[in-house]
Nanobody, 114 residues
Framework: QVQLVESGGGLVQAGGSLRLSCAAS????????MGWYRQAPGKQRELVAT???????NYAEFVKGRFTISRDNAKNAVYLQMNNLKPDDTAVYYC????????WGQGTQVTVSS
């Protein structure tokens, strides 16, 4: 069984920053494209950013220039640096393998106040 664990969320004011972490047990990240997703209340889950096994990144337009996805294969971890946060960024953030999802973790709550 693969277990995904997200951490690092919290409550911040608009313009603030957070760094999210993702770790997985039971499967290595090293050979896989990873993604960060988010889901706000009443909305569908949406893809935020992706990173390939060699570090090629892609971002949704609504986070370009503000968020940075990175990975440390030696530590089997993926990160999301979130800067200049906006109230619309409020959501539960999840990580997962991009090409084929495993069961979702509990996510980490990010709340941005005006």
């Amino acid at each position: 069984q693969v277990q995904l664990v997200e951490s690092g969320g919290g409550l911040v004011q608009a313009g603030g920053s957070l760094r999210l972490s993702c770790a997985a047990s039971g499967r290595s990240f090293s050979d896989n494209v990873m993604g960060w997703y988010r889901q706000a209340p009443g909305k569908q889950r949406e893809l935020v950013a992706t990173i390939t096994s060699i570090g090629i990144t892609n971002y949704a337009e609504f986070v370009k220039g503000r968020f940075t996805i990175s990975r440390d294969n030696a530590k089997n971890a993926v990160y999301l640096q979130m800067n200049n946060l906006k109230p619309d960024d409020t959501a539960v953030y999840y990580c997962n393998f991009l090409l084929y999802h495993v069961p979702w973790g509990q996510g980490t709550q990010v709340t941005v106040s005006s």
